[in-house]
């Protein structure tokens, strides 16, 4: 099987990585040509263009390029190719992708790969990146079953853990244990820095140890990939926003009204819950 990949950076790249490794014939399409020539030197892929046209003899390509730029690449790939080609991607969200791409090409099928680092581009790309990662496929009702399974065997062979779900199903889920944290997160360096007493957010600064470093953690990652979570996955990601606000408001009322057996309840319960989150 001819395997093609587009936007060779950590997913892409890492992607194309393992699986010339497994040994497919990988063929890599990236927009700057030193990124193709770095593919290329390095056996990541075994041939690399910045002209879509390359991928006409695939029988599979990933679209690994960031989210704003998976359905225009997908829109301008089709010329290209015979119908029977299986076409995915691996967005971060999937509601405001699958739908479309299926439109698009019929032949087109949803996943999500949970990995990653905070690196970016050629230079990231790592091997055995997706080992022992989630990854989720979201076909539509319409989506053969046969191109799911392609799909799927491959991410398997990748070391990935299948997940089936819907686009929606997807979004909603990863709102809450990652788009969420992210903007919490956010929030809370932007309320420490932004309080009215200076002298207090200097000593505050100094004395931010392991506690403010795990949740300050992805509130200050790559901009970028926060706004893209709020512009791709908005609805969910208000949805969860809206459903956090309202749960704040009570613990507030709690503490006010000094309820504290009932803020008691709740520290138990997320004592308890957080490792079914971590597994
Ligand atoms: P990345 O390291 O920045 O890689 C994307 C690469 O795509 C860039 O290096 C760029 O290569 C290339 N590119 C950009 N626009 C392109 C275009 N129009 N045509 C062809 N190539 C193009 O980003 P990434 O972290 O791999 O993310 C890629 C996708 O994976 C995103 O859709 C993201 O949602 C998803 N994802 C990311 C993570 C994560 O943790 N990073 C996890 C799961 C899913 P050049 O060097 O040629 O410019």
């Not at 992607?15 to 490794?21: E, F, G, N, V, Y």
């Not at 700057?32 to 690399?48: E, K, M």
């Not at 290209?80 to 299986?86: D, I, Q």
Request: aromatic share 6%.
């Amino acid at each position: 099987m001819k395997i093609g990949i587009i936007g060779l950076g950590l997913m892409g790249g890492s992607l194309a990585l393992d699986l010339t490794r497994l040994g497919y014939e990988v063929i890599g399409v990236s927009r700057q040509l030193s990124t193709c020539n770095i593919a290329f030197d390095r056996a990541i892929v075994s041939r690399a263009s910045v002209d879509l046209e390359i991928l006409a003899q695939t029988d599979l390509i990933f679209i690994c390029t960031p989210i704003a730029s998976i359905l225009p690449t997908l829109e301008r790939l089709i010329k290209y190719l015979p119908p029977h080609v299986v076409i995915t991607d691996v967005g971060s969200v999937k509601g405001s992708i699958v739908p479309q791409a299926t439109e698009l090409w019929s032949n087109f099928v949803g996943s999500h790969p949970m990995a990653g680092t905070a690196n970016q581009g050629i230079e990231a790309v790592e091997s055995n990146l997706f080992k022992n990662a989630p990854c989720v496929i979201t076909p539509l009702e319409n989506t053969p079953e046969k191109n799911v399974e392609i799909v799927k065997k491959i991410w398997q062979e990748v070391g990935c853990k299948i997940y089936m779900s819907s686009p929606e199903t997807h979004d909603r889920a990863v709102a809450w244990i990652s788009h969420l944290p992210v903007m919490i997160s956010a929030n809370l360096i932007n309320s420490c820095v932004n309080h009215e007493n200076q002298e207090v957010v200097n000593l505050a600064k100094n004395l931010a140890s392991s506690g403010f470093k795990d949740t300050s953690r992805v509130g200050g990652g790559n901009p970028e990939l926060g706004l893209m979570m709020a512009q791709y996955n908005k609805a969910q990601l208000l949805n969860s926003l809206k459903e956090y606000q309202q749960n704040l408001s009570s613990i507030i009322e709690d503490i006010e009204q000094e309820k504290w057996s009932i803020l008691e309840d709740i520290l138990n319960k997320t004592q308890q819950e957080r490792p079914n989150f971590l597994c």
